[in-house]
Every structure is written in structure tokens, then in C-alpha cells.
Nanobody
Framework: VQLQAFGGGLVQAGGSLRLSCAAS????????MGWFRQAPGKEREFVAA????????LYATSVKGRFAISRENFKNTLYLQMNSLKPEDTAVYYC?????????????????WGQGTQVTVSS
């Protein structure tokens, strides 16, 4: 699976952005999909993940209620709708795919990664 994330940009605090992740390969619909992010000087952290069917979903506590992950298997596309953005959400956001059958928050359980898209939230 090859992944390409896009849709990042500069937004003011309280604003919204929608990230997309285009996947190539016939196995997209069979992969667990997730979003991670990495801020400068910090480790890459889990943001959200969802199963083959789109449910169940997992969210990091810091984004729960503000972000929503979804997928359209017929388009081979993963999304992350980000609302009520905060300056601490500033990071490079990565989409990732896991061939496992369970939804995971662990970086090491995702085998495929996109190149990342920058999200900057100004105060």
C-alpha cells in the first residue's frame, strides 16, 4: 500500500481543516487505517484509527470530540476532519496502514506510511 497525505495548511485557532490520504493498492479496504502526528522535537504520536468497515474508531484523548476519522473504500481514501483546532495541534500529520485485523494506537503496528502534511495552527 502506498499512501499520500494532503490537505494541511495554516489555520487560526478555532478553525477547521480536512486532511485526506490517498492510497494505492487493492488491499486498502482490508487495512486498518490511522493518523499520527509529530510536532517539532517530539515523538510521533497516535491521533486516530479505524477498522476496515469504518467502525470502531479510536481517538487520542487530546483530539476526542474535535477530530473525526473516516474512510471511503471505493475511493481508496482516508480522511481526518479537524475542528476547533488549537496551537498544540501544530504538527506534521501522517496517515498509516496496518494489515492487522485489530485497530491499534501503536506506531510499530503500522507497516505503511505516507509522507506527511504540515498543519500549523496560529493563536
Amino acid at each position: 500500500v502506498q499512501l499520500q497525505a494532503f490537505g494541511g495548511g495554516l489555520v487560526q485557532a478555532g478553525g477547521s481543516l480536512r486532511l485526506s490520504c490517498a492510497a494505492s493498492g487493492r488491499t486498502f479496504s482490508r487495512n486498518i487505517m490511522g493518523w499520527f502526528r509529530q510536532a517539532p522535537g517530539k515523538e510521533r504520536e497516535f491521533v486516530a484509527a479505524l477498522s476496515f468497515s469504518g467502525a470502531p474508531t479510536l481517538y487520542a484523548t487530546s483530539v476526542k470530540g474535535r477530530f473525526a476519522i473516516s474512510r471511503e473504500n471505493f475511493k481508496n481514501t482516508l480522511y481526518l476532519q479537524m475542528n476547533s483546532l488549537k496551537p498544540e495541534d501544530t504538527a506534521v500529520y501522517y496517515c498509516a496502514a496496518s494489515p492487522r485485523y485489530y485497530t491499534s494506537t501503536r506506531r510499530d503496528e503500522y507497516d505503511y506510511w505516507g509522507q506527511g502534511t504540515q498543519v500549523t495552527v496560529s493563536s
